[in-house]
């Protein structure tokens, strides 16, 4: 369940909350997709990648059992996590794996944002898959893109 939950998240950029209120009827693992509700409660549709998939394809035959909910990722008792719940389920794997930066969901969320943006994807495609109302709330990321070029560029440039 966890690596699947992680896995999701990455692969999305889903908020927590939309990653925990996450409904089986939801997840179209055959075609790749994760059907989601937002913000204002506004439904969107987001891909989901082959590794993402294959974490939710094991969790669900291994791990979930055939509890009477809907609600896709549960507790060992059946109940649905809540937002804190998998947030400290996050920080205990960031320390199993001596991360010492600061890791919370929205950094996932950050990440999966600015790693489609750095290999070319178009703004407005993440802004749909964000879920951002407005294209400002998505430019945001093209600026740590241009810090990190910059950054780049003083590196490895012989005249910076």
Request: proline share 3%.
């Given at each position: 369940?966890?690596?699947?939950?992680?896995?999701?998240?990455?692969?999305?950029?889903?908020?927590?909350?939309?990653?925990?209120?996450?409904?089986?009827?939801?997840?179209?693992?055959?075609?790749?997709?994760?059907?989601?509700?937002?913000?204002?409660s506004?439904?969107?549709?987001?891909?989901?990648?082959?590794?993402?998939?294959?974490?939710?394809?094991?969790?669900?035959?291994?791990?979930?059992?055939?509890?009477?909910?809907?609600?896709?990722?549960?507790?060992?008792r059946?109940?649905?996590?809540?937002?804190?719940?998998?947030?400290?389920?996050?920080?205990?794997?960031?320390?199993?794996a001596?991360?010492?930066?600061?890791?919370?969901?929205?950094?996932?969320?950050?990440?999966?944002?600015?790693?489609?943006?750095?290999?070319?994807?178009?703004?407005?495609?993440?802004?749909?898959?964000?879920?951002?109302?407005?294209?400002?709330?998505?430019?945001?990321?093209?600026?740590?893109?241009?810090?990190?070029?910059?950054?780049?560029?003083?590196?490895?440039?012989?005249?910076?």
């Amino acid at each position: 369940r966890d690596r699947a939950m992680i896995e999701v998240l990455y692969a999305t950029g889903l908020r927590v909350s939309e990653l925990v209120g996450l409904r089986l009827d939801g997840a179209n693992l055959e075609a790749g997709y994760l059907r989601c509700l937002g913000k204002g409660s506004k439904e969107r549709v987001v891909p989901l990648g082959a590794s993402a998939r294959e974490a939710v394809k094991a969790y669900l035959d291994s791990g979930r059992g055939a509890h009477p909910t809907e609600i896709l990722f549960l507790t060992a008792r059946g109940a649905p996590l809540s937002r804190m719940e998998f947030w400290k389920i996050l920080k205990t794997y960031a320390e199993k794996a001596a991360i010492r930066k600061n890791i919370s969901p929205h950094v996932l969320r950050h990440s999966f944002a600015t790693h489609l943006l750095e290999r070319g994807a178009d703004l407005r495609a993440v802004q749909m898959m964000l879920g951002h109302a407005e294209i400002s709330t998505t430019q945001i990321y093209t600026h740590v893109i241009r810090e990190r070029l910059k950054q780049i560029y003083k590196s490895f440039h012989p005249r910076a």
